[in-house]
T-cell receptor, first 115, second 116 residues
Framework: AQSVTQLGSHVSVSEGALVLLRCNYS??????LFWYVQYPNQGLQLLLKYTTGATLVKGINGFEAEFKKSETSFHLTKPSAHMSDAAEYFC?????????????FGAGTRLFVKA | ETGVTQSPTHLIKTRGQQVTLRCSSQSGHNTVSWYQQALGQGPQFIFQYYREEENGRGNFPPRFSGLQFPNYSSELNVNALELDDSALYLC???????????????FGPGTRLTVL
């Protein structure tokens, strides 16, 4: 069965510091992996995705994530945080199993950026 | 290219009532998924529709049902509303891939449902 675990419901960094948001997943088949960002009172915006191929994926706004199959991880990073990065971040896994297509989201990590 | 739109933006219902939420898919997309996002939680997958048929379902009771129309727009219907149904309901459209999975999902802004 699919599952997604995001370590840390809240992460706080200083402006200019490294951002690291952790995501571990489980899936019985090769998964598609995603990171989304959600600003208050808005829908979800895709940051980046992994389907096949290169395991280091670059997304929008300077974010990137690396798919590590051996660790079942897909952590999100950004070298230098900006105030505008403060938001809720969700990791998600999608696959097509016997029960049909399903997408499972993690519980989310709220990123705070301090001036 | 138009984005995903949802209506209404906000809705207040009382327990036991029925509600219909609507979603218009992004142009060119043939698949729509619905999610429930309770306050402070991640989105929970309700179901997905492809070619007007349910293509996958999460752990939601049968009182949650859906429709997809030939123009790929969609409805989410919830019968016998309960207080715990209060949430943000998100619709996402995407393009089904040859292998059966779907490409990137594009989300609408959501409908905020409050059940009193």
């Amino acid at each position: 069965a699919q599952s997604v675990t995001q370590l840390g419901s809240h992460v706080s960094v200083s402006e200019g510091a490294l951002v690291l948001l952790r995501c571990n997943y489980s899936s019985s088949v090769p998964p598609y992996l995603f990171w989304y960002v959600q600003y208050p009172n808005q829908g979800l915006q895709l940051l980046l995705k992994y389907t096949t191929g290169a395991t280091l994926v670059k997304g929008i706004n300077g974010f990137e994530a690396e798919f590590k199959k051996s660790e079942t991880s897909f952590h999100l990073t950004k070298p230098s945080a900006h105030m505008s990065d403060a938001a809720e971040y969700f990791c998600a896994v999608s696959d097509l199993g016997t029960g049909g297509f399903k997408t499972i989201f993690g519980a989310g990590t709220r990123l705070f950026v301090k001036a | 290219e138009t984005g995903v739109t949802q209506s209404p933006t906000h809705l207040i219902k009382t327990r036991g009532q029925q509600v219909t939420l609507r979603c218009s898919s992004q142009s060119g997309h043939n698949t729509v998924s619905w999610y429930q996002q309770a306050l402070g939680q991640g989105p929970q997958f309700i179901f997905q529709y492809y070619r007007e048929e349910e293509n996958g379902r999460g752990n939601f009771p049968p009182r949650f049902s859906g429709l997809q129309f030939p123009n790929y727009s969609s409805e989410l219907n919830v019968n016998a509303l309960e207080l715990d149904d209060s949430a943000l309901y998100l619709c996402a459209s995407s393009l089904r891939l040859a292998g059966g999975g779907t490409d990137t999902q594009y989300f609408g802004p959501g409908t905020r449902l409050t059940v009193l």
